[in-house]
């Protein structure tokens, strides 16, 4: 009975996460093992004119950050507590573009022709039920930083294609350490910035630095999700 309990605690624990159709693919061929999101307390009401300046640790041990908030003409450092929404040791299912065809779930990401595709309606992601999920993941590593302190190896750990960094270094002058960075943060640039909405650009972009939570996962099967092995 105690096993079953943990299962059964297992499974209703797991948490949804939401993926496009370009990340999902990379999953599914092995090119993506992080997943960088915005962190949720920079909401643009409490951040204007505030400067949040580093990420410390509290007395208590706890995830914590470093606000330098103007008042006046004075600056007060105050300490608020982090709340990621994932942990390291969480299991993920992922939410992808999905929709019913012949009574089956078929994915977006599968890029399979069908005969009478047009009746194929696709549904967004987030309207996924969980029932028809088919990518588990479990999450080995969560910390936060400036977006722009992704490293190269990172970069191609976020799903971008080797190619593309390739065809911008072939545009740099010459191949040197600087030009070869600057290739892989536009091609990373390019990515991110695509699934930023035009009305929070000056707050979430590439160009804007925001800090983020950046979130390692290894891809598992369904039983491993569901505790079946």
């Known amino acids: 009975m105690l096993v079953k309990e943990k299962k059964d605690r297992k499974v209703k624990n797991m948490k949804p996460i939401l993926f496009n159709t370009e990340m999902v693919k990379a999953i599914l061929e092995g090119r993506k093992t992080t997943t960088r999101r915005i962190a949720k307390w ?22 914590a950050y470093s606000l330098h908030q103007k008042i006046g003409d004075c600056w007060n450092e105050i300490t608020h507590p982090l709340k990621p929404d994932y942990k390291s040791g969480d299991i993920l299912y ?15 990401a599968d890029s399979v022709l069908l005969d009478d595709w047009y009746r194929a309606c696709w549904h967004p992601s987030i309207h996924m039920p969980k029932k028809a999920a088919r990518l588990f993941l479990k999450v080995t590593d969560v910390r936060i930083e400036r977006l722009q302190n992704i490293s190269n190896d990172e970069i191609i750990n976020e799903g ?52 983020v939570w950046v979130i390692e996962f290894e891809r598992i099967s369904k039983e491993a999700a569901y505790g079946k092995s």
């Open 42 to 63: 920079q909401r643009r009401e409490e951040f204007i004119n505030n400067n949040l300046s580093q990420c410390v640790a509290d007395k208590y041990g706890n995830d």
């Open 94 to 108: 992922v939410r992808e573009a999905w929709a019913l065809y012949e009574d089956e779930y078929i994915y977006r």
């Open 160 to 211: 971008v294609r080797p190619g593309i960094v390739k065809h911008y270094e072939n545009q740099m002058p010459y191949e040197e350490t600087e030009n070869i960075r600057y290739a892989h943060e536009i091609a990373f640039a390019d990515l991110w910035n695509s699934t930023i909405k035009t009305g929070d650009y000056d707050l979430y972009s590439w160009e804007a630095n925001p800090w």
